[in-house]
């Protein structure tokens, strides 16, 4: 769906070159959710901008189904931007006009004159968003999160086959969080692309089929976040409980299969015990505790988090 060929994007400010986006490769498949993650001024933002042309690269190609839009004169352009939503980290709405009156506006001006065919669309957007009981209000008083929920809106015009959604959870309760998400599920599965840039981790960790990691300006690592998991080389982290003078004798040391597998043991409980161990041994470590008298056991996996800090300091 969208193919970077070493773009980057440097601004001239206070007399100097500085690069917001390093020479940068990258491949989004159609009809997957990627995420973008990185800490504030990672380029995230930016590189969203380059994919719908609304900043220019300073070098390399970007396609997207095939076409170069960098290479798109005006009309192109236009016709590519209408296949395309966004949401922005800010965007301007008309303050002193309805929520109605702000998804109306881009359809008269695509052309659209039927006022029938205008209401039933705006109507149909703002149940989509949550947004039908507050329709008649002006934007002016509503909460950040509300005008968030417009902006989605705002983004479908169009039905659009590639959705960039840049930090698009930004004042939203949990409770629209996840019905933020219940849609971008449902875009999905009509075959919509979406990209999706965020500094909250924990929130893309269990929605993304990939992501690239930023830092810098620069990509750092890109996959799944279980390909990524598996390239930081973080242990796993098992958590055994059982009887305390079951515990105790690992005192002693592991047993003689798992010697050498550089397993770390500590305490946290007189019951409890937190197991650290490289991946590859993980099920050496299960064979051995499928014969323990354990009460509970859980087994955690590095957090995206872990992940990205891992991978943005190796060397």
């Known amino acids: 769906m969208i193919e970077f060929h070493q773009v980057h994007k440097t601004y001239r400010t206070g007399g100097r070159d500085v690069p917001a986006l390093q020479p940068t490769q990258l491949?989004?498949?159609?009809?997957?959710?990627?995420?973008?993650?990185?800490?504030?001024?990672?380029?995230?933002s930016t590189l969203l901008r380059l994919i719908n042309r609304l900043e220019?690269?300073?070098?390399?190609?970007?396609?997207?189904n095939g076409e170069d839009v960098t290479a798109l004169d005006a009309d192109g352009l236009r016709r590519f931007r209408q296949r395309v939503g966004m949401i922005f980290q800010h965007f301007n709405l008309l303050m002193s006009k309805t929520v109605a009156d702000n998804v109306a506006m881009p359809l008269r001006l695509a052309g659209i004159r039927s006022?029938?065919?205008?209401?039933?669309?705006?109507?149909?957007?703002?149940?989509?968003v949550g947004l039908t009981r507050a329709g008649g209000r002006a934007v002016r008083e509503y909460?950040?999160?509300?005008?968030?929920?417009?902006?989605?809106?705002?983004?479908?015009?169009?039905?659009?086959?590639?959705?960039?959604?840049?930090?698009?959870?930004?004042?939203?309760?949990?409770?629209?969080?996840?019905d933020f998400y219940d849609q971008l599920d449902l875009l999905r599965s009509q075959g919509v692309?979406?990209?999706?840039?965020?500094?909250?981790?924990?929130?893309?960790?269990?929605?993304?089929?990939?992501?690239?990691?930023?830092?810098n300006g620069r990509v750092c690592a890109q996959g799944s976040v279980q390909a990524l998991r598996e390239r930081s080389r973080m242990p796993l982290v098992f958590q055994?409980?059982?009887?305390?003078?079951?515990?105790?004798?690992?005192?002693t040391g592991l047993p003689g299969h798992l010697a050498g597998a550089e397993i770390a043991l500590q305490q946290r409980e007189p019951?409890?015990?937190?197991?650290?161990?490289?991946?590859?041994?993980?099920?050496?470590?299960l064979a051995w505790l499928a014969s323990a008298e354990l009460s509970d056991l859980q087994i955690h996996e590095p957090?995206?988090?872990?992940?990205?800090f891992g991978l943005r300091e190796a060397p």
């Open 193 to 215: 692309t979406l990209v999706i840039s965020s500094h909250i981790l924990a929130e893309l960790q269990q929605r993304v089929d990939a992501l690239a990691m930023l830092s």
């Open 271 to 285: 019951d409890l015990l937190e197991l650290r161990c490289p991946r590859e041994h993980k099920m050496r470590v």
């Open 27 to 44: 491949e989004i498949a159609s009809g997957e959710v990627f995420g973008l993650i990185g800490h504030s001024g990672a380029g995230k």
């Open 115 to 128: 006022r029938s065919e205008i209401d039933a669309r705006v109507a149909a957007l703002l149940d989509r």
């Open 143 to 178: 909460s950040k999160g509300m005008r968030q929920r417009l902006g989605f809106a705002q983004a479908l015009l169009g039905d659009p086959q590639l959705l960039l959604l840049d930090e698009p959870t930004t004042g939203l309760d949990p409770s629209a969080i996840r």
């Open 303 to 308: 957090s995206l988090e872990d992940v990205y």
């Open 240 to 251: 055994l409980r059982a009887a305390p003078t079951w515990l105790q004798t690992l005192a």
């Open 56 to 64: 220019e690269p300073s070098g390399g190609r970007i396609l997207v």
